[in-house]
DNA sequence: GACGTTCTATACCGATCGGTATAGAACGGC
DNA sequence: GCCGTTCTATACCGATCGGTATAGAACGTC
């Protein structure tokens, strides 16, 4: 029933997250997005909608496949093996060599127009929801003796996902992933239990 | 000797530099930025050249009075007061009332097309700048046994560096002063002498 | 008070922004 | 082989982008 696209869906989007990653959502533009991902604008109007949905699209698929470390992190039995899964799940994310360097999340929406501010908090928005996990799982960890009782598990979340936006602004400015192994190690002596 | 400008160059530069602090580089236009300052076009590009200047100056003005603090604290006679006061200045100039939330040199082109890249290019380059002078100074502080011997000066200050960048995200996503110096109280921990 | 100078105000510039209308090409169903 | 449907290609839309030309207004000088 009709014509077939003569583009991949799923590629396309690939490419399109990729260019939202490098150059941020205001930073790309439509003939970007065509250009990189090699189709033309009805076409991508006709698949994805516009370009803000275009983009969460690409957010989406960003979160799936390359934010996964940090769902399955949660699920690790010690606190300090979470802490530890999530700062190197995030610096090799951000230092993968066939990535952009950084984070989407960060990349896209840190200052923008007026036009952007959905997307921007849209972004705050993940940001925190990963944080209140974070905070929930280390809520778990001090009822189970895994951290002390006067641990406090919102602010030990805050910290290390600060770390994380840390070391994001650290990749972006060409930072490599040794180094920020060596930071991790130096993050880690704040956790509760390490001395 | 010609007709005097009818508004003050030093307040208007101000009103540039909240707005790209707010904004972003490029999510900042020109007529935000002649609405903001309460100026013509004209005016803006005969007194401040282009926008790419105007931004420098503005970037230039940012340093000399947000980030003073920095410099001064690298005159802290231990590193101990050196990283404390210079994660507490961070935290305060990302979080002042009357300022735009987070740093300007990390909202103003995190990620960013083409035309932004030299502005990029600079912010990046004025956070080395501080990052090597900080890493000089823990490197003193290991010359006169104020660190130990085996502190690695340069990974010491990416790691307060990278604390302050994560701090400015937490600000632009809308954390307040009490909760960045509670995560300051806890980077601290890792820092040498600290047990 | 005419002059050169320096500002301001308006109107304009080409280029690009995100987005779409229109027409034609490629399919399955009948 | 014609139909409805769905894709692609081109050309176009108004709005806004950064930047400027032109004209007039406000000054000190002579």
Redesign the pocket.
Do not use: W
């Given at each position: 029933?009709?014509?077939?696209?003569?583009?991949d869906a799923d590629d396309a989007l690939q490419a399109a997250l990729e260019l939202f990653w490098r150059k941020g959502y205001?930073g790309?533009?439509?003939?970007?997005?065509t250009d990189g991902m090699g189709?033309?604008?009805?076409?991508?109007?006709?698949?994805f909608g516009?370009?803000?949905e275009l983009f969460r699209m690409a957010l989406q698929r960003y979160e799936e496949n390359y934010m996964a470390f940090f769902w399955k992190a949660l699920g690790q039995p010690s606190a300090r093996i979470v802490a530890l899964d999530i700062l190197h799940g995030f610096a090799n994310a951000q230092t993968e060599e066939c990535n952009p360097g950084g984070c989407l999340g960060i990349n896209a929406a840190m200052g923008c127009?007026e036009?952007a501010e959905a997307i921007q908090k849209t972004l705050i928005e993940r940001r925190q929801v990963g944080q209140k996990a974070l905070a929930r799982r280390f809520e778990r960890a001090v009822r189970e003796g895994d951290l002390p009782a006067d641990c406090n598990a919102d602010d030990l979340a805050r910290y290390l996902l600060t770390i994380a936006q840390g070391t994001a602004v650290q990749a972006s400015s060409g930072a490599g992933r040794e180094e920020l192994y060596r930071l991790i190690d130096i993050a880690m002596k704040s956790f509760p239990g390490s001395n």
């Open positions: 029933m009709g014509r077939p696209r003569e583009f205001e790309t533009s439509i003939t970007d997005l189709i033309t604008k009805p076409s991508l109007y006709g698949t516009n370009k803000e127009s036009a």
